[in-house]
């Protein structure tokens, strides 16, 4: 389950600080956006979503911010645990369609 | 519980050796699709369907096909797979109608072809 995250960008912070995760996304028609976290061996699991009239929503210890000027997207997790290390992906969907457009992630490392 | 469930989860074969990838989802979704998942790439996908006898093809869908004879049940089916099909393959679904947007994984299944 490794093998897909060899090439990903990493993300190490400690124990209890806070974590950005960014993603630059490509479509400026896209409507609806979301991140996923994916643990080895695991499938895609859902964290947060934001739609394209919102800059910005919040969760349980995260909050996904959008800003369509640049076309850019954040992950930001509040004092992150060990639990939170993954790799951490975004999705966009074009509007109209049911295409999703995914990012490659980041690999986000908790270190003790 | 709600889930998408592939199988089989790892499996190694012989080029040409035609193998069929299962999956179910017990949410009754209209929509559901197939993507591969390799290093340095992001999901991409391979086929998707709409609802039951509606397919169509994604971005990488050569050597695949699918079929979708019932609403919960999508298999990929791979004729005559080669070395470079070798990957992560992950079914997805989500409901048809315009409220729901967010798509659900299965576990994946990991395929290697020698």
């Known amino acids: 389950g490794e093998s897909v995250g060899l090439h990903l960008p990493t993300l190490s912070v400690q124990e209890g600080d806070n974590s950005i995760i960014n993603c630059a996304y490509s479509n400026s028609a896209s409507d609806y956006f979301i991140w996923y976290k994916q643990e080895s061996g695991k499938g895609p699991q859902f964290i947060i979503d934001?739609?394209?009239?919102?800059d910005k929503r919040q969760g349980q210890r995260v909050t996904v911010l959008l800003n369509k000027t640049v076309k850019h997207l954040s992950l930001q997790i509040a004092a992150t645990q060990p639990g939170d290390s993954a790799v951490y992906f975004c999705a966009e969907k074009v509007r109209g369609t049911y295409k999703y457009i995914f990012g490659t992630g980041t690999r986000l490392k908790v270190l003790a | 519980e709600a889930q998408v469930t592939q199988n089989p989860r790892y499996l190694i074969t012989v080029t040409g050796k035609k193998l069929t990838v299962t999956c179910s989802q017990n949410?009754?979704?209209?929509?559901m699709s197939w993507y591969r998942q390799d290093p340095g790439l992001g999901l991409r996908q391979i086929y998707y369907s709409m609802n039951v006898e509606v397919t169509d093809k994604g971005d990488v869908p050569e050597g695949y096909k699918v079929s979708r004879k019932e609403k919960r049940n999508f298999p990929l089916i791979l004729e005559s797979p080669s070395p470079t099909q070798t990957s992560l393959y992950f079914c997805a679904s989500r409901t048809g109608d315009r409220g729901g947007n967010t798509i659900y994984f299965g576990e994946g299944s990991w395929l290697t072809v020698v």
């Open positions: 934001i739609r394209s009239n919102m």
């Open positions: 949410m009754n979704h209209e929509y």
